[in-house]
């Protein structure tokens, strides 16, 4: 399979990184107002990690279409890092703000660039170890279920190429059979961190996803409909029904469990 080949061109990861970029551009817009309580920040320290997972889903369609699938892996790596950075912090700045600790040192510091935040490891750790989102990670990292780690290894395989053929994957002038076999992998692996991201970030801060109806009613001096501060923005619904819906339905059964957000 080569590069230029229009079955490789026309691949659905194209589609799926447009849709993904989407939502976090979306999301970076609706949560800009938001106070980041525990911080010093003026604006939603949020929006910002939003805004720049959606540079890094936009750098990664156009290494992709240049057929660099090695130094694409790379990116999926940084995206992998960044959702689990965000979804530390939101736990993080929940389990230790409080009148007496306003302002939460670790994060606080990360933000003005005094400190930098723990390695991976323990940041990853921290998300399994919460009782918040419990009733997620339960099911993202089960013991029956390893994909997270073998997604993890496949993007430090590509990052420091431990395997030769993640240095053939870096070529895009010659012919290789498994291409489009590694293609389809790579599509799964982007969106399985999607939805990682998304239902950690729904259970964890779920006012993130509310629908912009109560606010809208409430500066026009409307009285809103009753419940309308549940209902989730319809970028929100679309993605649910598209891609957490279709793949993972028991992650969509836990959140309308644990969420107060009316979900469809």
């Known amino acids: ?7 490789y061109q026309k691949h659905r990861v194209f589609t799926e990184l447009e849709q993904y970029a989407s939502f976090y551009e979306n999301l970076a817009e609706s949560v800009f107002l938001f ?4 911080t010093r920040a003026i604006c939603n320290i949020d ?23 090695n130094d694409a892996y790379a990116l999926l790596r940084k995206y992998y890092d960044s959702a689990t950075i965000n979804i530390y912090t939101r736990l993080y ?6 009148i007496e600790n306003f302002i939460v040192k670790q994060v606080d ?3 003005r660039g005094k400190k930098r935040l723990p390695e991976y490891r323990i940041m990853s750790q921290y998300i399994r170890n919460s009782q918040r989102i419990a009733p997620i990670t339960a099911l993202l990292f089960s013991d029956a279920d390893d994909r997270y780690k073998r997604l993890r290894d496949r993007c430090n395989d590509h990052t420091h190429y ?16 498994g291409r489009r076999q590694v293609l389809e992998e790579f599509s ?18 779920e006012h993130y996803m509310v629908s912009s109806d109560y606010i809208d009613c409430l500066e026009c001096k409307i009285t809103p409909e009753p419940d309308s501060q549940y209902w989730v923005a319809p970028f929100v619904q679309e993605i649910f029904d598209q891609v957490i819906n279709t793949f993972r339905p028991d992650i ?6 644990h969420s107060s957000m009316y979900l469809a």
């Not at 910002?48 to 057929?67: C, E, K, N, P, V």
Request: proline share 0%.
């Open 93 to 98: 700045l929940y389990d230790h703000v409080s």
């Open 1 to 7: 399979m080569m590069v230029s080949d229009e079955e």
């Open 47 to 69: 929006s910002y990690m939003f805004s720049s997972i959606q540079g890094t889903l936009a750098s990664i369609q156009a290494i992709l279409r240049d057929g660099r699938i």
């Open 35 to 38: 106070v980041s309580v525990g």
């Open 109 to 111: 510091d990360w933000l």
């Open 162 to 177: 431990n395997f030769y053929q993640n240095v053939l994957l870096n070529d895009k002038e010659i012919r290789l059979e």
């Open 188 to 205: 799964n692996d982007l969106r399985d961190i999607f939805i990682m991201h998304l239902s950690c970030m729904f259970v964890a801060n």
């Open 252 to 257: 969509t059964t836990a959140i309308k469990q």
